[in-house]
């Protein structure tokens, strides 16, 4: 029976195997950038483009996401004035139901940091629906990423230029 029994301890150790090669890799960071479709309620009208980062915990998966926005909510804001970041899941968390295109890769912790950072300066950027606006903020966090981006065109609505944006890096 001792022979049995150092002959497996002796196999276990030669072939590595141990109670660990069983448990599944950590989920890494992920970043993920998304477009809501073109809406006529919900005061959305051209849709909209946000990301979201998750982060693995022992607890389940943390999210962040955010997105661009006019500072006021009047129709001058929405062409063009003030602007902040705002979270997704505060300010209209019904979006992502309407999420008709998004995409998604891992990230580092100094790549999460930069991000991070990038939405405080766009918290201070003023908002123009042609030139700053939330896909400007996607398309800037994508850029950030060293992402392969298409370029702006003023008319590219959010799933638009996200479209070709996953079809830049697939």
Request: with cysteine; aromatic share 10%; charged share 20%.
């Amino acid at each position: 029976m001792l022979k049995v029994i150092l002959v497996i301890v002796i196999s276990v150790s030669l072939f590595g195997v141990n109670a660990a090669s069983t448990t599944p890799p950590p989920t890494p960071i992920q970043v993920e950038l998304m477009a809501s479709e073109v809406s006529w309620t919900n005061q959305e009208y051209v849709g909209h483009a946000f990301m979201c980062i998750s982060i693995p915990l022992n607890s389940g998966i943390k999210e962040d996401c955010y997105g661009f926005y006019p500072k006021t909510n009047s129709v001058v804001g929405f062409i063009g004035g003030p602007g902040l970041t705002d979270s997704e899941f505060d300010r209209k968390p019904s979006r992502f139901s309407r999420v008709t295109v998004s995409y998604k890769k891992p990230i580092t912790d100094e790549q999460r940091r930069a991000i991070l950072k990038l939405v405080d300066e766009w918290n201070t950027k003023a908002y123009n629906l042609t030139d700053q606006s939330c896909l400007d903020f996607v398309n800037s966090v994508a850029q950030k990423l060293k992402w392969k981006t298409p370029p702006r065109v003023a008319t590219d609505l959010p799933e638009t230029f996200l479209k070709k944006l996953v079809a830049a890096n697939n």
